[in-house]
C-alpha cells in the first residue's frame, strides 16, 4: 500500500470510528458523575500506562485548570516506582488508591487493552471502595477493565495509536461539555 493510500486508509478509519461509534450518552453520563464528584468535594483520579499515562496527565490538567474539577494523576516517576517496588506493578495502582482514594472520587482509567493488572486491580479496588469508576479501553469488548466500569468508552480496535487518538477526544469532549464551550480563553 503506497503512502497516501495508507493515510486515507487510517483518517477514514479514525473518522468512522468518531461518528460510528455514539458515545454522546456516555459522555453526558460522565458529566453527570464528575459534576457530582465535584458537588460532593471529591477528586478525579486518572490513571493510565505508557501513552495513556500522557492522556492522563493532559486530561487531569484540562479538568482542573479549565474545568474547575480538582483532578489528579499518578504519573510521577518517583511514586510508580516506589509504589511498584514496595508492592508490586500489579499492585501499585491500587496502593496508591488506598493512600489518595475516598470514597466518592472518581477513577478515571484509561488502557487500550484493558487487561494490565495494575488497571485491573484498581478497578476491582475502586468497586470495593465507592469510587466511581470511568474507562477508555479497546481490544475485547469484554475486557477486565471496561466490565468493572460505571461508564465505559470502548473503541472495536487493536490499533494501539487510533485508540489512544479517540480516547483523548471522547475525553476532552467530556471536559469541553463541562465546561459547556468548545472554545474558551485558557487564562
Known amino acids: ?3 497516501i493510500s495508507f493515510l486515507s486508509n487510517y483518517y477514514t478509519k ?3 470510528f468518531l461518528l460510528q461509534t455514539d458515545v454522546t450518552q456516555k459522555v453526558i453520563d460522565a458529566k453527570r458523575i464528575i459534576l457530582q464528584t465535584k458537588r460532593n468535594s471529591k477528586k478525579i483520579i486518572f ?9 492522563a496527565n493532559h486530561a487531569s490538567l484540562d479538568f482542573t485548570k479549565q474545568g474547575k474539577v480538582k483532578s489528579v494523576n499518578f504519573n510521577e516517576s518517583a511514586f510508580i516506582t516506589a509504589f511498584s ?9 491500587s496502593k496508591a488508591l488506598e493512600c489518595y482514594g475516598e470514597q466518592g472520587d472518581t ?7 484493558g ?4 488497571l485491573v486491580n484498581a478497578a476491582k479496588y475502586a468497586n470495593e471502595n465507592g469510587i466511581n469508576l470511568i474507562t477508555f479501553t479497546g481490544f475485547s469488548s469484554n475486557n477486565p477493565v471496561k466490565t468493572a466500569g460505571d461508564v465505559n468508552f470502548w473503541l472495536d480496535s487493536k490499533a494501539y495509536n487510533i485508540i489512544e487518538g479517540i480516547h483523548q477526544i471522547w475525553l476532552m469532549s467530556v471536559c469541553d461539555l463541562i465546561i459547556g464551550r468548545q472554545e474558551y480563553s485558557v487564562s
Not at 85 to 93: A, F
Not at 107 to 113: A, G, N, R
Request: proline letters at 0%; charged letters at 15%; aromatic letters at 8%.
Open 85 to 93: 517496588n514496595d508492592y508490586g506493578y500489579e499492585n501499585w495502582v
Open 47 to 55: 490513571v493510565g500506562n505508557g501513552a495513556s499515562a500522557s492522556i
Open 14 to 16: 479514525c473518522s468512522d
Open 115 to 118: 487487561t494490565s493488572s495494575n
Open 107 to 113: 477513577l478515571i482509567l484509561i488502557s487500550c487493552s
Open 1 to 3: 500500500m503506497d503512502d
